[in-house]
């Protein structure tokens, strides 16, 4: 009887242990709506802070993309220097107030946009976007396209207040108040097919690097990812996206910024080359390999962690 007893045992507890698992109510997953919503914030949080830690570096970027002025590290810690002393700190954020304005919505729009565009391409699983890594490059590019697509007007604004002193346009109101009585409505999406063109492999590369590094990061790895381990995945996005699409970059804003000759994407290519050669198309791109990885390594990595913490929080109170 000890023997049949003891053979026993263990086919009650496996049992017991079944049961359990019948029981036990599966694990919540967040709702659709409450997807986009966290993904909204997260993405509206993660592209403030970003921005807002490069803005004096994106303003002495703008200043030279946007002048013949030849650019070198020297020469932007000058025109920064400048600015200080003659305006005071606060002008080293310069425009930021419309970098906000548009970032805000432009990022948030952008994160959710990828995770709405990356589900309907069927490439939202990390397996399907392994096999199918040019859908997965596609769903970059056009979160990229519809989130420029929806903020373009604000870029522009941003553009013309960094590289303008305070008495022309004051604020960000102004600037379109005067850029529509002087250049008319059409000027506000000045440089836009430029923009669209270089948002795709920007958009496309980044975030499709950004998941690829991820995925390779948990294969090896596993786990959850650190904080840090997230900022380089982004930062290595960025570098690789920054180079991607820079030309087109010095094309949006000589548009945006400068004289009618620079009124076509055409007409914009053969001034600059005229004018600076080919290394015109890549002035300030050393900068762009600075702030580009910590705004975007900044950017991924805050959203990651809001967005996690933001639909922990959900399923808690679901």
Known sequence: MAAVNESRVPLLHDDRAAHAHERAPPQREVGGGTAVVTSLVAGAAAGALAKTTIAPLDRAKINFQTSQTPYSWRAAAAFLSHSARAEGAAALWRGNSATMARIVPYAAVQFTAHEQWKRALGVDDPQQAQQHRVVHLV????????????????????????????????????????????????????????????????????????????QIYHDRWGGGRSALAS???????????????????????????????????????????????????FKGLSMNWVKGPIAVGISFATYDAIKTSLRDLAKALM
Do not use: N
């Open 231 to 281: 900022a380089c995945c982004g930062g290595a996005a960025g570098a690789l996206a920054q180079t991607a699409s820079y030309p087109l970059d010095i094309v949006r804003r000589r548009m945006q910024t400068a004289a009618p000759h620079c009124a076509t994407v055409p007409a914009t290519v053969r001034h600059v080359y005229r004018s600076e050669g080919w290394r015109g198309f």
């Open 139 to 214: 769903a970059g590019s056009l979160a990229g396209v519809t989130s420029q697509s929806l903020t373009y007007p604000l870029d522009m604004a941003r553009a013309r207040m960094a590289v303008t002193g305070r008495a022309r346009y004051r604020t960000l109101r102004s600037v379109f108040a005067r850029v529509w009585a002087e250049e008319g409505a059409r000027a506000l999406y000045r440089g836009y097919p430029a923009t669209v063109l270089g948002v795709i492999p920007y958009a496309g590369v980044s975030f499709f690097t950004y998941d690829t590094l991820k």
